[in-house]
């Protein structure tokens, strides 16, 4: 089994890791506290080792990370995000499927 590649994503690397990366980003804006993110969290990781290569994997604490949470508008989570050229391209809100992750990534890679 590949390793997984989700980063650590922070207030002070999101512009370059994320708005200034050349390959589609999916970010989880998750807590540590938050039941839905934990339930999700098993199905991001896998994403990051299915999409290598083609898609950056990233995790934003929003308890930790306030200016980024705040910038992009986060009220609840687990949000993820979806950005491609430094552009939102996809909001998905709540606990989902992978499925309906992979769904979404699909439409844009």
Do not use: H, Y
Request: charge should be negative.
């Amino acid at each position: 089994m590949a390793e997984d590649t989700v980063i650590e994503l922070n207030d002070s690397v999101f512009e370059s890791e994320v708005l200034g990366s050349d390959t589609p980003v999916l970010v989880d804006f998750w807590a540590p506290w938050c039941g839905p993110c934990k339930a999700i969290a098993p199905s991001v990781k896998q994403i990051s080792v299915d999409f290598a290569g083609r898609l950056k994997v990233g995790k934003v604490n929003v308890d930790e990370n306030t200016d980024t949470s705040v910038k992009f508008g986060i009220r609840s989570i687990p949000t993820l995000l979806i950005f491609k050229n430094g552009e939102i391209v996809d909001q998905i809100i709540g606990a989902v499927s992978r499925e309906e992750i992979e769904q979404s990534i699909n439409k844009i890679l």
